[in-house]
């Protein structure tokens, strides 16, 4: 069997720097013609200036003949100004602004302690139609690991979203029946984006015959309950959920460690891996809404030209890919079989 879409773009996506993002960027540009590319560096995005260098660096790094296009974000600081956004707005290079908590993942140190501070920066992505990009979790250390994207949207998203009723905001990486409930419910301008371990995998992975690194991302993986709700909003042909990979490497050393870092790595199969949910949800016919065409109305962008195939012919991942400074990257599903194969590759 093959299935030929327009070709997708990832509305979520870490790239990284240096040999890592050398290591997989062709992981991407093989399956989506555009990404959404995550600010989260050490330091982070925070300047027009810099996610222009970062851009450079990425184009730097395209295999030969690639048009991939990198959508660059910047990372929100209690001290990003209107300015600032302007800058970005008029640079034509950046499309959206991240919302981290801080302390709620990877990098996010220097991330958000008071949205208040960030009312003058919100008020011109507003104007300007810039969307806000939301990693929605609690960082309360108080609240269970598992609560924390439900209270964040209780706590800071209901009161956001009524201040400033005309943000363009895109809850990230959803995990709940709650944050489906929240995003189906919300007015328009408000959307979602989904990764595949979400909708494939629920939190018994994360200890299946012992303690398993490389499914811890954050989000959490959640209970079943919420991977069925998450992936029939996936599959339910609503144009405000769609797909982001939040595909998030880190070396092996740094996952299988006594303090592991959060993130899986997804690009190899960023496309497959949800042709195999969709397929088991029965809605296969629906995974090109999801994938390509949803987003770019949603951001206002040109949908692509050009298709991508998949055929129905089962591979496996490898244990793991070497990265140019010889760094071992464990994939998704390394060792294991995934169902769809992108043709061509
Ligand atoms: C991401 C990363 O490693 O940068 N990790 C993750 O678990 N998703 C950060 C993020 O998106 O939260
Ligand atoms: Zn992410």
């Not at 640079?91 to 993942?105: E, M, N, R």
């Not at 400033?164 to 419910?185: G, M, N, P, Q, Y």
Request: proline share 7%.
């Amino acid at each position: 069997m093959r299935l030929t879409i327009s070709r997708p773009d990832d509305w979520h996506l870490h790239l990284r720097d240096g040999p890592m993002l050398s290591g997989v960027l062709a992981h991407t540009t093989a399956r989506f013609a555009r990404a959404i590319v995550m600010p989260n560096l050490a330091p982070p995005v925070t300047t027009t200036a810099a996610a222009v260098a970062y851009r450079g660096r990425i184009l730097a790094c395209l295999p030969d003949g690639s048009d991939f296009e990198p959508l660059m974000t910047l990372y929100l600081t209690d001290s990003t100004s209107a300015e600032d956004i302007a800058e970005a707005s008029a640079s034509g290079k950046v499309f959206a602004v991240k919302l981290y908590p801080a302390g709620a993942t990877t990098h996010s140190d220097q991330g958000v302690t008071s949205l208040e501070k960030c009312f003058p920066a919100l008020e011109a992505m507003q104007r300007l139609r810039m969307p806000l990009l939301v990693h929605g979790e609690s960082t309360d250390p108080v609240v269970d690991i598992f609560d924390r994207e439900k209270r964040f949207i209780e706590e800071t998203l209901v009161p956001l979203l009524q201040r400033f009723d005309e943000l363009k905001l895109v809850l990230e990486h959803i995990t709940t029946a709650d944050a489906v409930d929240f995003v189906r419910d919300a007015r328009a301008g408000v959307a979602a984006t989904i990764t595949p371990q979400h909708i494939l995998l629920n939190r018994n992975a994360l200890f299946a015959g012992g303690l398993r690194p490389h499914h811890f991302c954050l989000p959490v993986l959640k209970a079943e309950r919420h991977r069925e709700a998450v992936l029939e909003a996936a599959v339910s042909g609503e144009p405000e959920f769609f797909l982001g990979t939040d595909s998030a490497p880190h070396s092996r050393g740094r996952k299988e460690s006594d303090c592991g870092c959060a993130g899986v790595y997804s690009a190899h199969a960023g496309i497959e891996l949800y042709a195999e949910a969709f397929e088991e949800a029965g809605h296969l016919d629906r995974l090109e809404n999801f994938a390509s065409h949803f987003v770019p109305d949603f951001y206002g962008l040109p949908r692509n030209s050009g298709t991508l195939t998949l055929t129905r012919s089962p591979w496996t991942p490898p244990a793991s890919y070497k990265m140019p400074d010889g760094e071992e990257l464990v994939p998704f599903r390394s060792g294991e079989s995934i169902n769809w194969r992108l043709e061509g590759a």
